[in-house]
Each structure stands twice: as C-alpha cells, then as structure tokens.
C-alpha cells in the first residue's frame, strides 16, 4: 500500500475526530479485516463493533476533546502502513499507533493505540510528514 495513502488517511481520522462526524469515523474504519481500539486507560477494545461503539460515545460528547496530530511518520510493513505520531490534547502530549490495511482501494484504520507522551517531540517544521 502506497504509505501516503496511509498519511491521507491517519489526517482523515483526526478531522472525523475533531468534527465529532461518526460516519466519516466509521467509514475509516476496515470492515473486512479485524480491528483492535486502545484508548488512553481503556481496556482493548476487539471488535468492531466495540470499536465503533466507543467512538460514537466519544464523539458524542460535546465537551470531547480537541487532538492535534503531530509528527505523523509511515513505515511500510508488507500489507500494512503503521502511522505513528503525537497528539496534542490540551496541554498534554500523547504518541499514537494507527495501523492501515488497504480495503476496496483505500487504506482502512485496523489499530488505534494512544498513550501518554513523558517527552514531547521537538517542534514540527511546517508541513512536514516523514514516509519511511
């Protein structure tokens, strides 16, 4: 899979987040393939189902926090792009996982894992994406 569809992807899963939109959320998601969501103190999540169910409370909420992702990096793994970046939530800075697979010509989000950050990154120039 070509990474940058990866990157185009991991920014389409941000926006859907920030935009609190369950559909553009939910069309990101693979539908085919299995899907693991760890949200910061989380249990695993292990289903789709699962998966989708928690992001339709997340995004539900009006008082849901805004993430900025930062320093958005792909490694290309055979028939996945793993995506890892930072988010910036507030004042805090977590590091983030999100596995690609492609699914019906798009790359499709497997595996969303964020933790907290005890080092943020050095400052982002403007722009810039890295495809490893």
């Known amino acids: 899979m070509d990474p940058e569809l990866a990157l185009f992807a991991n920014d389409a899963f ?6 609190q939109d369950v559909a553009a959320m939910d069309r990101i998601w693979a539908r085919r393939h299995p899907v693991v969501c ?3 103190g989380w249990p695993a999540l292990l289903s789709r189902p699962a998966v989708m169910e928690s ?25 996945l792009v793993m995506v ?9 800075m977590l590091t983030a996982t999100n596995l690609f697979v492609a699914e019906d010509d798009k790359a499709r989000l497997v595996h969303h894992q964020a933790g907290l950050c005890a080092q943020p990154p050095e400052p982002e120039p403007e722009g810039s994406r890295t495809v490893q």
């Not at 992001?55 to 793994?77: C, G, K, Y």
């Not at 930072?86 to 805090?92: F, K, M, R, T, V």
């Open 55 to 79: 992001w339709e409370r997340i995004l539900a909420n009006p008082d849901a926090p805004q993430i900025v992702p930062h320093h958005a990096r792909a490694f290309v793994m055979e028939r």
């Open 84 to 92: 890892v970046c930072y988010e910036a939530l507030g004042s805090q």
């Open 14 to 19: 941000y926006l859907a987040f920030s935009e």
């Open 38 to 40: 760890i949200h910061p």
